[in-house]
Nanobody, 120 residues
């Protein structure tokens, strides 16, 4: 019953900005970690950014200094602020959420994806 819904993708010119949102719904309260992945045609899906419930973050080298991930734990919502966008950022962006249970292991949830296209 847990669902993740992304929004905020679109077409922007190089150097522009976009802000992606990922809203979670379901019986869960707070995810242990949330992140953003992206996949371009013919390429592997890669981790773009990740944030844990305590606020620690990590980023792919290609987006460091340009992208910022944040979350609102009360809303179970994650955001990805993307600045100084480049054509190579063009991809489908997927939200990921992880829930760790002491007795039941780890669950991963995925959104349907939102398209980001950077082109002049």
């Amino acid at each position: 019953q847990v669902q993740l819904v992304e929004s905020g993708g679109g077409l922007v010119q190089p150097g522009g900005s976009l802000r992606l949102s990922c809203a979670a719904s379901g019986r869960i309260s707070v995810f242990n970690a949330m992140g953003w992945y992206r996949q371009a045609p013919g390429k592997q899906r890669e981790l773009v950014a990740r944030i844990v419930s305590g606020g620690s973050t990590n980023y792919a080298d290609s987006v460091k200094g340009r992208f910022t991930i944040s979350r609102d734990n009360a809303k179970n919502t994650a955001y990805l602020q993307m600045n100084s966008l480049k054509p190579e950022d063009t991809a489908t962006y997927y939200c990921n959420a992880q829930k760790v249970y002491l007795t039941m292991g780890t669950e991963n949830f995925w959104g349907q994806g939102t398209q980001v296209t950077v082109s002049s």
